[in-house]
């Protein structure tokens, strides 16, 4: 497992407004409130195929391939490649079909679980050995129904515990910022705790 600082925070989505509120672009999602919480905006790079925030003070980069999730890879690698990052100074942050909405999973390298968006960045970095946090969308129950489900917007209450689960990730970064991989990962891959039930007076 790498113990290596972050250099480059990869959020995958669909570009496009018709995209923007979609579960596919969990991704995207917490791209943007880092880049608000680093206090730096994105711009068009067409040399990396994405729009890219250089966070000077924290030594990163944000990056959110506008390549079509299929094909994030090519925008990852064009980065990566340009400034000499390796592939373990690099998370990705993307939706996950097998986690409920609300959790969170951080890890390095292993399996792919069938994400397009991976599958390309594997393939184009040469390794599965970089991070990925993990973003709960939820299954819909039917395999032949994943590609409608992650191009529509979650539902109201998942998208309150999405929304929750991207603040806590938020809270988590500095661990993440400054390698302490651990306790991140501690801190991330626990569910949160059910809300009390309230008594009926």
């Not at 690099?90 to 890890?107: A, N």
């Not at 040469?126 to 489900?149: A, K, M």
Request: charged share 25%; aromatic share 8%.
């Amino acid at each position: 497992m790498s113990q290596l600082a972050p250099k480059l925070i990869v959020g995958l989505g669909n570009p496009g407004a018709e995209y923007a509120e979609t579960r596919h672009n969990a991704g995207f999602w917490f791209c943007e409130r880092l880049a608000r919480e680093l206090g730096v905006s994105f711009s068009k790079e067409a040399r990396f195929h994405g729009l890219a925030a250089n966070a000077r003070n924290d030594g990163v980069w944000l990056l959110m391939p506008q390549t079509f999730m299929n094909r994030s890879g090519q925008s990852v690698a064009a980065l990566a490649r340009f400034y000499r990052i390796n592939p373990a100074e690099i998370l990705v942050v993307h939706d996950e079909l097998d986690i409920p909405p609300g959790q969170l999973r951080l890890k390095f390298g292993g399996g792919l679980g069938g994400h397009n968006g991976l599958k390309d960045i594997t393939a184009h970095l040469g390794t599965q050995d970089f991070w990925r946090l993990r973003v709960g969308i939820g299954h819909p129950g039917d395999r032949n129904e994943v590609v409608n489900f992650v191009l529509k917007p979650p539902r109201r209450e998942e998208s309150e515990l999405i929304d929750e689960s991207l603040d806590r990730a938020l809270v988590a970064w500095p661990l993440m910022a400054k390698a302490d991989w651990n306790a991140a990962t501690q801190r991330l891959n626990t569910r949160p705790a059910a809300p009390k039930p309230t008594r009926q007076a």
